[in-house]
Structures are given as C-alpha cells and as structure tokens.
C-alpha cells in the first residue's frame, strides 16, 4: 500500500515565503516541502534551518529545488516577486510583477504540474488573474491571498477596540487588496449580535469606524516604513488557506477569488469570504452587502479591471 503524501512547492523565498515556510513547519503542514528561487544558495540555506524544527514539531521533507520538482506537487504558493517601497502602492507594482509571473508560471505549468495555485504576490489581484490566464488551469484553482491579511487587521482593531478575541468578531474586508478595499460593518457581528450596536453603546461613531477602516487599509505603508515589508501577518494567513486546503476544510476565509456573477462582478478576482477545500475555491459566498457597500464593491473591481486590462495590454 503506498501512503499518500502532500507535498507543497514555494517560490520565492524572500521575507514573506520564508516566514510562510516556518508557518508551515510550525504547523507540520505538508509531508514535502519544495522552495524554489533564483537565489539557490538562500533556498538551501533556508531548508537547511527549517529541516531543524521537525524536531521539535513533526518529520517532514524540506528541501531546496527547482520548477520540474512541481510536477507532483498539491499546491504551488508563489509569493515572489518585486517587494512594495515606501510610499509606492500596491497597483504601481504591477509591470515588474507581471514579468516575473510570466516567468514563473512557464516552467511551472511545464513541469506537468495540475494542482492548485495559491498567488500572495502584489498586486494579488492583477497577479492572480495573470497566474491563472498564463496557466490555463480552472479559475477554482488558481485564487490570491486577496483581503485575508486585511480581514485579520480589522479583526484585530474591533478585537482591541471592543475588548474581545479577533477571532471571536466576524467581520470582513471586501474588495482590492489595496487603497479602494472597504469593510462590511453593516454586516459585521460579534457573537451574532451586530458590531453597530456595540459601537453605539460604546460611543464609538460610524466616523470613528471609518477610521479603523481607515489604519487597517494604511496598515501595510505604516509596517513598511518602520521595518521594511510586511511577512509574519501575511505568511499566516497563507499557511491558514494552505491548511484549508491540505486538509480539505470547508473553511470559509477571506481570499481573491474569481467572479461569476457574484456582487455583479464577472471576469475579475476581488477579495470576498469564499468556501475553501481540496478542491481550491469551493464555491464563493455572496456575503449581503449595503447598497454604499456594493458601489465600493463596484468601484473596486473598476479599479482592477483597468489596471489588469492595462497590464495585459503590454503582453
């Protein structure tokens, strides 16, 4: 009887994959773990240092490798790509990062590989749909980290600002992973009861959530101009996504997922809670949205589709 295996493949291993990889470890996620990067000896080095945690959490196989190691692989995170500068946007990334996509996705899909591609490079939005019109695989296949690091920064703030566990508020971040994302507090609940009342009898303002709206969408530039980038948030949520899918969960989580009618949006991926398996996006789920809500939706999704439309005008 052969057991079956997982087996994941990262490329790119710069801040945010490397901290995805000891995620993963910590987690004992993926009996086989691949990194790829052009930059060989990092990878090496870095499998090397991680291949030390299995004693202390569970055996897996990490190692350094290349593109061809892909063609058995479940799922494929790609978090390379061009790093966000102070005070440059996540949609100013998106020529450089199109190449590299371009440059990644080739040889990976040459490999034979046929499983699910789970893309956090910025912008992840414009990324993703390149990631999946350069591979040709099923757009349920083929999804973006999205608005996940976001959801988690407004979790946190209403979990500080009303003094409970972020886990415990259900609440999300729609739209772009960027500037034009917006937050569902008209829907937003905290143990089923709606986080408005609880602003109104904390004497917390619509104003005063508009700017919690505000510092979570401005969290990354903050992070960035004290340390550089960003990478044990979004490292997180990856390895959350990834464990929805090893373990085939159901979970319902916050990604880029692609539009099919939902929201009045189709041809686009755009942040929203979606069922999360084995299979990749399950199904999306068309969280009920204010009329304000749905033209920020709207607006959003404007937004992308120009700067993909431009992107892809170049290829």
């Known amino acids: 009887m052969t057991l079956q295996r997982q087996k994941v493949v990262l490329v790119g291993d710069g801040a945010v994959g490397s901290s995805y990889a000891f995620?993963?470890?910590q987690q004992g996620l993926a009996e086989e773990?691949?990194?790829?990067?052009?930059?060989?000896e990092r990878t090496e080095g870095d499998a090397m240092d991680l291949e030390d945690a299995q004693a202390f959490t569970a055996p897996k196989n990490i190692y350094s490798g290349d593109y061809n190691d892909a063609g058995d692989a479940d799922l494929v995170v790609i978090t390379a790509g061009a790093?966000?500068?102070?005070?440059?946007?996540?949609?100013?990334?998106?020529?450089?990062?199109?190449?590299?996509?371009?440059?990644?996705?080739?040889?990976?899909?040459?490999?034979?590989?046929?499983?699910?591609?789970?893309?956090?490079?910025?912008?992840?939005d414009v990324l993703t749909y390149a990631a999946q019109k350069f591979s040709g695989l099923p757009t349920s296949r083929v999804f973006g980290s999205g608005t996940s690091l976001d959801t988690a920064r407004l979790r946190a703030a209403l979990g500080?600002?009303?003094?409970?566990?972020?886990?415990s508020v259900d609440a999300y971040i729609l739209g772009e992973h960027g500037d034009s994302e917006f937050a569902n507090f008209?829907?937003?609940t905290i143990g089923g009861r709606?986080?408005?009342?609880?602003?109104?009898e904390a004497g917390i303002t619509d104003a005063d959530l508009d700017q919690i709206l505000y510092e979570t969408a401005h969290k990354a530039y903050e992070i960035i101009n004290r340390k550089g980038a960003t990478f044990y948030g979004i490292a997180t949520a990856l390895m959350r996504i990834s464990k929805a899918i090893l373990r085939n969960e159901n979970a319902v989580l916050p990604v880029?997922?692609?539009?099919?009618?939902?929201?009045?949006?189709?041809?686009?991926?755009?942040?929203t809670p979606a069922v999360i398996n084995n299979q990749g996006v399950a199904s999306v789920i068309e969280t009920p949205l204010s009329e304000k809500?749905?033209?920020?939706?709207?607006?959003?999704?404007?937004?992308?589709?120009?700067?993909a439309e431009d992107a892809f005008a170049k290829f």
């Open 23 to 25: 995620a993963m470890a």
């Open 33 to 40: 773990f691949v990194i790829v990067d052009v930059f060989k």
């Open 83 to 124: 790093p966000q500068k102070p005070g440059e946007t996540r949609l100013e990334l998106v020529d450089k990062n199109m190449k590299i996509m371009k440059s990644i996705i080739d040889p990976l899909m040459a490999s034979g590989f046929d499983g699910i591609i789970l893309v956090a490079a910025n912008p992840v």
């Open 160 to 167: 500080k600002k009303f003094n409970v566990d972020p886990r």
């Open 186 to 188: 008209d829907e937003a």
């Open 194 to 200: 709606p986080v408005k009342v609880f602003a109104e």
């Open 256 to 271: 880029g997922a692609y539009m099919q009618g939902e929201y009045g949006l189709n041809d686009i991926y755009i942040g």
């Open 293 to 307: 809500e749905l033209k920020q939706m709207s607006d959003s999704a404007t937004t992308l589709k120009k700067v």
